[in-house]
């Protein structure tokens, strides 16, 4: 990297790092009313802090990408080549394992179908799961395993709403695509499988991030709890900034190399730091998206596959941010109007709809009745 647009550079990750906390899924740790109605998307458009996170965001992307289109840019990736190439020639192996493991932790957890917040009294979705994972280790199987992962979501749509199971739609779909792709003898599938991923938690990434503009609300117990979490910024600046920063860095996976490669460590750092006041809940509902984050990290791949000349080009960050931005807000409260009508459907948030309660003698616990690992005869809420 050149010395004219390091320091720059290296202070604009440094402000979405900075940034991390707040990364940990709202619905895991707060009550919430999914049939609400969102936030007017004026009260972001018009939020001054909003705006001055997508300009640091814009020059971060904008530094990247004119560091990689100089001489050095090539060094530096293949520099991080070198440096990741024990691990990216062991990637199948890492993503399958990671996968399996992720499985066997949420069958040994017990009470949920895929992440925290979709709880399930069903003991036998559990042992779905643990052979879910086995069918992992061997490609005769692994199309199974795939089929198993839709059909826990589809198996979800009994008890929770199909907007709610959105969130977790497009990672599930990657990692059956990627499971099947793996297992496949065809090179031509092959040859995307890790494309499929990136691709799924991007997706997933800048879908949930907008809950932080929709709902912001929901996060006001965390930063109460826990106001450490914001840094010393205000809550209302904060909460913005860091949806922001989330949406940007999942579009970031879906740019060029050094700029996904760069938003991937700088995503895995995130997720890393709320681990820590959020616990091992975050740690397990992430587990899938941070082992996803690390093949992008140490992915040797310079070819882009959609749209290469405005990806190449400096005026294609702020007209693809915008079109991603424009897209996934439309669909995001176009589908909410669908689903609830303009009004929304309004209940009363209970301690159940979280995976446990947080105090400042106990930040991890106690657990809320029906939480995550709960007896599997608990009510749902």
């Not at 940990?24 to 969102?38: D, E, L, N, S, T």
């Not at 099947?180 to 599938?189: D, K, L, Y």
């Not at 879908?207 to 205000?234: C, D, I, N, Q, R």
């Not at 702020?318 to 303009?342: E, K, N």
Request: charged letters at 15%; proline letters at 7%.
């Amino acid at each position: 990297m050149t010395r004219r647009f390091a320091p720059g550079f290296l202070a604009l990750v440094g402000g979405l790092f900075w940034l991390g906390p707040a990364h940990a899924h709202v619905k895991w740790f707060a009550p919430y009313i999914v049939g609400a109605a969102p936030q007017p998307v004026g009260a972001t458009l018009s939020n001054l802090w909003f705006w001055c996170a997508i300009v640091l965001v814009l020059g971060f992307f904008l530094a990247t990408r004119v560091v990689e289109r100089s001489t050095n840019g090539e060094a530096i990736l293949a520099g991080m080549d070198r440096f990741t190439n024990p691990l990216w020639m062991r990637a199948d192996d890492f993503m399958r394992v990671t996968t399996a493991a992720f499985f066997v932790a949420i069958f040994a957890v017990g009470g949920v179908y895929l992440t925290p917040d979709l709880k399930t009294p069903s003991e036998w979705v559990s042992w779905a799961q643990l052979l879910i994972a086995a069918g992992i280790f061997s490609r005769k199987t692994m199309p199974l395993s795939a089929a198993g992962i839709i059909g826990l979501w589809v198996l979800a749509l009994r008890d929770y709403d199909v907007f709610h199971l959105l969130d977790y739609l497009a990672l599930g779909i990657g990692v059956a695509a990627y499971l099947v792709m793996e297992a496949s003898s065809r090179p031509e599938w092959r040859r995307h499988r890790f494309e499929v991923l990136r691709w799924a938690v991007a997706i997933a990434l800048m879908w949930s991030s907008l809950e932080k503009f929709a709902y912001p609300a929901w996060f006001h117990p965390l930063v109460v709890e826990k106001p450490y979490l914001t840094l010393g910024m205000a809550r209302d600046a904060f909460i913005p900034m860091a949806g922001v920063a989330e949406f940007t860095l999942g579009f970031g996976l879906l740019w060029t190399p050094l700029v996904r490669r760069l938003s991937a460590i700088s995503l895995l750092i995130i997720f890393n730091i709320a681990v820590y006041p959020f616990g091992r809940i975050d740690m397990i509902g992430h587990a899938l998206i941070m082992a996803v984050l690390v093949l992008i990290a140490v992915d040797h791949e310079r070819e882009v596959h959609f749209l290469p000349a405005l990806k190449r080009a400096l005026a294609g960050v702020p007209i693809g941010l915008s079109a991603a931005i424009i897209v996934f807000v439309t669909g995001y409260w176009g589908l909410h109007a669908g689903f609830y009508g303009a009004d929304g459907i309004v209940g009363d948030p209970t301690t159940d709809m979280s995976t446990h309660s947080h105090s400042p003698e106990h930040p991890h616990g106690p657990q809320a009745p029906g939480g995550i690992g709960a007896p599997p005869d608990r009510p749902r809420p």
